[in-house]
C-alpha cells in the first residue's frame, strides 16, 4: 500500500515537473534506507532477547558477542586503550622477531 502510494505520487511528479523522475528516485532511495534502518534495529533487538533468553547457538553467539566488543571499543577510555596498543605492538616486535630468526 505504501508503494502504491509512492508510486501515484511519482507518477503525478513526472507529469508535473521536468525533475519529476529525479524526485522520485530520491523519494525511493529514501524509503529504502529507512526500511533497511528500522531492519537492522529490529535484528539487533531480536538478538539482544535470543541472547537474554540463551537461544543463540554457538556461531550466532560468537559473532553477537563480536559485536558487542566492537560496539563497546568506542567507550573504552583513553588510558586503557594506550595500554592495548602496548600489548599489540608487542605481540606484533615478538611475531616479527620469531619470523626473522
Known amino acids: 500500500m505504501y508503494f502504491f502510494m509512492l508510486f501515484l505520487v511519482g507518477v503525478v511528479l513526472c507529469f508535473l515537473f521536468p525533475y519529476g523522475p529525479m524526485i522520485v528516485g530520491g ?37 553477537y558477542e563480536m559485536d558487542q566488543v566492537y560496539k563497546n571499543s568506542d567507550r573504552i577510555p583513553s588510558e586503557r586503550m594506550d595500554i592495548i596498543n602496548r600489548q599489540i605492538e608487542l605481540e606484533l616486535e615478538r611475531e616479527n622477531k620469531n619470523k626473522k630468526t
Open 27 to 63: 523519494i525511493i532511495f529514501a524509503v529504502v534506507i529507512d526500511h533497511y534502518r528500522q531492519t537492522s534495529y529490529i535484528r539487533e533487538d531480536i538478538q539482544a532477547i535470543k541472547n537474554h533468553l540463551k537461544l543463540m547457538n554457538k556461531e550466532e553467539l560468537e559473532e
